[in-house]
């Protein structure tokens, strides 16, 4: 069953930008970090069908506080299913968030004048990664 495109259909994209001003991304975003701590069917459904490109996409397209927390919970909880269910190997999901360049976005993000966001963003760098607090 896919989750995915429902999700999609929350928000309209406008010439492939987001309609910042549309109360469905924050809707879309607080579904899927409410189904990022669901079990691990949902969260491999959620990897299968796209779930790293709609936080990208949100984090990179869209200037809200709350939808930026809500994407880096998502990611805390991905992180967190990885290394639940790959307890002694190396993590995928922290490789493919790697890969895709969330980490830089992430990095980004401990700058933010949000506290909120900013310290959000150093306690993921902090848990899953072995960078360093870009402040020190």
Do not use: W
């Amino acid at each position: 069953q896919d989750i995915i495109p429902p999700l999609h259909s929350v928000i309209k994209l406008h010439t492939g930008h987001v309609n910042i001003l549309n109360p469905g991304m924050y809707k879309r975003n607080m579904a899927i970090a409410n189904l990022t701590l669901g079990d691990d069917y949902t969260i491999e459904k959620l990897i299968d069908q796209g779930i790293f490109q709609i936080i990208i996409d949100s984090l990179n397209s869209v200037d809200e506080d709350k939808i930026r927390s809500l994407c880096l919970i998502a990611l805390t909880n991905l992180l967190e299913y990885g290394l639940r269910k790959y307890q002694h190997k190396i993590n995928p999901i922290s490789q493919i968030i790697q890969k895709l360049g969330l980490v830089d976005i992430i990095e980004s993000l401990q700058l933010h004048f949000n506290p909120a966001v900013s310290e959000k963003a150093l306690e993921l760098l902090e848990t899953y990664y072995d960078t360093e607090n870009i402040f020190n």
